[in-house]
């Protein structure tokens, strides 16, 4: 044993000089080790590859608190972005049968929903992505290693492996791509205990049941929309106001939409407590603090959606001196991803002032890579980054809201063009359109450029990002009004805006 043991203190020794030795001659395992498997990770990867960059990627998942787990791709392949698409298509496909009807559709007996074949072929192909990337890694010659990274100093990360195995890597630059992880109120006695999350959601085999969801974030908002779709009794609890950080006309009518469609709202109230009760149920306890009345019910799950976390406890970054925001636990970065310490990055979720999604990271990974491999020098614009919540009644949007703009410009400094329409899939299916809105936040003066785009409706992600390109173009609302719509479209009511707020008058779409 003793033995053993000073072999063991020899190969330490032995391990920390050919580190050192390393980081001395300039000569390192990679040129590039990126910590983080996600969207954006993955992508910055591959790229350094393909310009000739030797490169490793570690990725590894702690399985959520209630023992969710999954593959390579981060966030928006497994319990993000695409799941939660499809979940959100196979509501709107709810709703298609009922219009069908209406069209002519001969449908016999009751419209019943089947959450285990739903949720088979939705995880069936997350998986089928989660394989995709490993074998895309490998044809681009990117080391990938499924182990959990952290820095030990500018040029050195440890990885360790399920088994507890370490292993030392080098590289000349290290970058961070860790992304965040959802919160749990830790002060809500039984909401760790009893509750679940984004992280575990569409990965559950039986259906969630009757559930709460509490917070009315984007997340919040979109799951809860996508379980009422299929038929469950769903409430939202607002502890204030709804997409927080978006328009909140536009946010008002998510939500309006929403209420009408059959979700439940429980404004201004704050969950006290969740208690397990002997039939398996869920007792939550809450107090509105409009009055201050306790109330109770009961559900089947509780969905927490209060906020995320970046993943940066794990990662050793207080012993290199990686500046974090305080308030954010977020890495302070440059406009070039720096972050405080030389050789080491940092960019999308984990960021701070980043946007919080996936196309973002993406692309400011693949030129973080360039700028590494000395191809290039440009940098990620986060300006005007278009977006769209996939609630029941879609809301896309790039630019600025009508509350940003006017504390950039004032009020009397800006003009908004707006409308209400009718899409005509919503005429023969009888079905309201009250909610369905566009309006073009424009400078007052001059050209009158573009300064932010809102639209809620069918589609909402299509029609956006197709406009989204004006922006980056300098478009203008005279642009706008000489682009030829394609009809009939809900998009083409975006070339016909011509109401302002400012006129009062009424912004209803008549005619065809």
């Known amino acids: ?279 398996g149920a869920l007792q939550v306890t809450w107090t509105d603090t409009h009055t201050g009345n306790e109330h109770k019910d009961t559900y089947d799950s509780v969905l927490w959606a209060v906020g995320r976390a970046p993943e940066t406890k794990a990662l050793g970054l207080d012993k290199l001196g990686v500046q974090l925001r305080k308030e954010t636990g977020k890495i302070v970065v440059g406009a070039d991803e720096s972050t405080s310490v030389p050789n080491i990055y940092a960019f999308g979720d984990i960021g701070e002032g980043r946007p919080e999604l996936t196309p973002t990271a993406i692309k400011a990974g693949k030129f973080l890579a360039r700028r590494l491999a000395g191809r290039s020098t440009e940098l990620m614009n986060y300006d005007n980054v278009p977006t769209t919540v996939f609630t029941p009644l879609e809301y896309g949007c790039v630019g600025l809201s009508e509350e940003d703009a006017e504390k950039r410009h004032g009020k009397d400094g800006i003009e908004v063009y707006h409308a209400f329409y009718k899409p005509l899939e919503f005429s023969v299916a009888e079905r309201d359109a009250s909610q369905c809105y566009l309006k073009v936040i424009c400078e007052r003066g001059g050209d009158q450029k573009i300064l932010g785009l809102h639209f809620t409706g069918p589609n909402a992600g299509e029609v956006t990002q197709g406009f989204a390109m004006g922006f980056q173009c300098g478009a203008t609302y005279s642009h706008l009004l000489q682009t030829v719509g394609i009809h009939p479209t809900c998009a083409e009511e975006l070339t016909k805006v011509n109401i302002t707020k400012r006129s009062g008058l009424d912004a209803t779409v008549t005619g065809c």
């Open 1 to 279: 044993m003793a033995a053993f043991c000073r072999g063991r203190h020899r190969w330490k020794r032995t391990n920390c000089l050919r580190v050192l030795t390393r980081n001395l001659t300039g000569k390192y395992d990679y040129d590039l080790v990126v910590i983080g498997g996600g969207s954006g990770g993955l992508a910055c990867s591959k790229e350094a590859a393909q310009l000739g960059q030797r490169v490793a990627v570690l990725d590894y998942v702690e399985p959520s608190v209630k023992g969710t787990k999954w593959g390579l791709g981060g966030t928006c392949v497994n319990v993000g972005c695409i799941p939660k698409k499809l979940m959100h298509q196979a509501a709107l496909l709810g709703t298609a049968v009922k219009d069908a009807k209406k069209y002519g559709w001969q449908i016999s007996g009751p419209i019943c929903h089947d959450w285990a074949t739903m949720a088979e072929a939705i995880q069936n192909h997350v998986r089928s992505l989660n394989w995709g990337h490993r074998v895309q890694l490998q044809d681009k010659k990117v080391k990938y290693l499924n182990v959990k990274g952290s820095l030990v100093d500018k040029h050195t990360v440890k990885g360790l492996s399920k088994a507890g195995k370490e292993r030392i890597l080098t590289a000349k630059n290290i970058v961070i791509a860790t992304g965040g992880r959802p919160n749990y109120p830790t002060n809500i006695p039984g909401a760790v205990e009893h509750g679940i999350t984004s992280d575990d959601i569409f990965w559950l085999k039986k259906s969630p049941g009757k559930t709460l969801v509490v917070g009315a974030s984007y997340v919040a908002l979109e799951c809860a929309g996508f379980l009422t779709g299929i038929g469950l009794d769903t409430t939202v609890m607002v502890r204030s106001i709804a997409l927080r950080g978006f328009d909140q006309q536009m946010a008002g009518l998510v939500t309006d939409y929403m209420d009408a469609y059959g979700t439940k709202f429980a404004w201004m109230c704050v969950p006290k407590r969740v208690d397990k009760l002997s039939s």
